[in-house]
């Protein structure tokens, strides 16, 4: 599997809530770095960190919580990943659309990083009510 497909699987895991599938594709010690200023940013240490801070409190914190791909590139075991998310806070009945960019290195064929650079300011305008 080429990285850039190694990616597509992975959003496509994340998507269908497939947690296995997530996992084979990281690493052991897969480090997630979100953005410092992002509704529960952090940096999280392996694959059921991830899914548990990452995924199912995206998921509490936004109804309809999601990412969009606009564009991929691949550099060897680097891929970047251009795109928004969206989703709607049920606190305050807000939508939000944030641009993000999203920096993975693989290792081995597997993600061991991730990093997310976001604008944020979309995201906290529509938990305040």
């Known amino acids: 599997m080429t990285s850039l497909e190694t990616i ?20 052991d010690d897969l480090v997630w770095q979100q953005s410092a200023g992002f509704p529960g940013g952090s940096t999280w240490h392996g694959a059921a960190a991830v ?13 309809g919580f999601a990412f969009t791909e606009e564009e991929m590139f691949a550099t060897g075991d680097r891929v970047v990943v251009l795109g928004h998310y969206s989703g709607t806070s049920p ?3 807000k939508a939000m659309r944030a641009a993000v960019a999203h920096v ?5 064929g ?14 906290w305008e529509a938990m305040v009510a």
């Open 104 to 108: 993975y290195d693989l290792r081995d």
């Open 8 to 27: 597509r699987e992975m959003y496509r895991a994340m998507r269908a809530g497939d947690d296995a599938a997530f996992t084979a594709l990281c690493t």
């Open 91 to 93: 606190a305050t009945g």
């Open 110 to 123: 597997r993600i061991a990083r991730f990093r997310m650079f976001a604008d944020t300011h979309p995201m």
């Open 51 to 63: 899914i548990e801070n990452v995924f199912r409190a995206n998921a509490r914190r936004w109804a």
